[in-house]
């Protein structure tokens, strides 16, 4: 018999909108209005920013889930050489406001908000994700019952530490009462499959399934997800 689903919760980014343009415009125009102040700065590659970043999780633990001071402290790092320290600060705080709103500058998959709509008449729905992208910013906001971020979690997926929390937000709610919905195949499928949560695979871009346990059911478009999720629980 199928599961009593009572909560759904979803990802965020590259589930309900493309992630990609829209980080790496917020990511271009940042440093744009950086060098704007302070003229030409050495950003360094890929692999110097990861470098950087198990330097400072060293230092502080927080910087592995606090993606937001990750970024800061980046940033107070590019620019070291700019004195006095006040001023940095304000540009590095400044710069960050500017990130943070151009990483709302989002364009939803189509058919997200009538999906998100309706469904919100018969589930509780949530929103797990690691980013810092905040769902009450937009107007669909309204639809979700909670929101949780690594920020609040204090863990990433796929670590279990949100879907944790998720219970604690609905009352009555254990793991086989939760449908969770998002498009990575570790972060989100392999996560709730570990916690013998339900899951569906968003999978707009034809994807390979590349994990040793069974693929769950999968979606491309929003527009089909209410009557997949009707066909499956509410017969
Ligand atoms: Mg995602």
Same mark, same amino acid.
């Given at each position: 018999?199928?599961?009593?689903?009572?909560?759904?919760?979803?990802?965020?980014?590259?589930?309900?909108?493309?992630? #990609?343009?829209?980080?790496?415009? @917020?990511?271009?125009?940042?440093?744009?209005?950086?060098?704007?102040?302070?003229?030409?700065?050495?950003?360094?590659?890929?692999?110097? =920013?990861?470098?950087?970043?198990?330097?400072?999780?060293?230092?502080?633990? !927080?910087?592995?889930?606090?993606?937001?001071?990750?970024?800061?402290?980046? =940033?107070?790092?590019?620019?070291?050489? %700019?004195?006095?320290?006040?001023?940095?600060?304000?540009?590095?705080?400044?710069?960050?406001? %500017?990130? %943070?709103?151009?990483?709302?500058?989002?364009?939803?998959?189509?058919?997200?908000?009538?999906? %998100?709509?309706?469904?919100?008449?018969?589930? !509780?729905?949530?929103?797990?994700?690691?980013?810092?992208?905040?769902?009450?910013?937009?107007?669909?906001?309204?639809?979700?019952? =909670?929101?949780?971020? !690594?920020?609040?979690?204090?863990?990433?997926?796929?670590?279990?530490? #949100? =879907?944790?929390? @998720?219970?604690?937000?609905?009352?009555?709610?254990?793991?086989?009462?939760?449908?969770?919905?998002?498009?990575?195949?570790?972060?989100?499928?392999?996560?709730?499959?570990?916690?013998?949560?339900?899951?569906?695979?968003?999978?707009?871009?034809?994807?390979?399934?590349?994990?040793?346990?069974?693929?769950?059911?999968?979606?491309?478009?929003?527009?089909?997800?209410?009557?997949?999720? !009707?066909?499956?629980?509410?017969?």
């Amino acid at each position: 018999m199928n599961k009593k689903i009572k909560l759904i919760t979803f990802d965020l980014d590259d589930t309900l909108w493309d992630n #990609h343009p829209t980080i790496i415009k @917020a990511e271009v125009d940042t440093r744009k209005w950086i060098e704007g102040q302070v003229g030409e700065v050495e950003w360094g590659d890929l692999n110097d =920013f990861l470098e950087l970043r198990e330097d400072l999780i060293k230092e502080d633990k !927080s910087i592995a889930w606090d993606i937001s001071k990750l970024r800061k402290e980046i =940033f107070r790092i590019k620019l070291s050489h %700019i004195n006095p320290t006040e001023l940095r600060d304000e540009i590095v705080n400044k710069a960050f406001e %500017i990130f %943070i709103s151009k990483r709302h500058e989002v364009t939803f998959f189509d058919g997200v908000k009538r999906c %998100i709509s309706d469904l919100s008449e018969k589930y !509780s729905l949530g929103i797990l994700t690691n980013g810092n992208a905040d769902i009450y910013k937009f107007d669909i906001g309204k639809y979700f019952k =909670f929101s949780i971020s !690594s920020l609040e979690a204090k863990d990433s997926k796929p670590n279990r530490s #949100h =879907f944790d929390m @998720a219970l604690t937000k609905v009352n009555g709610v254990g793991f086989d009462n939760v449908l969770h919905i998002g498009d990575h195949q570790v972060n989100d499928i392999f996560a709730a499959n570990e916690l013998g949560i339900d899951c569906l695979w968003f999978n707009n871009n034809n994807a390979q399934w590349e994990q040793n346990f069974k693929k769950p059911d999968e979606f491309s478009s929003w527009h089909d997800l209410t009557n997949i999720i !009707s066909n499956k629980y509410e017969r």
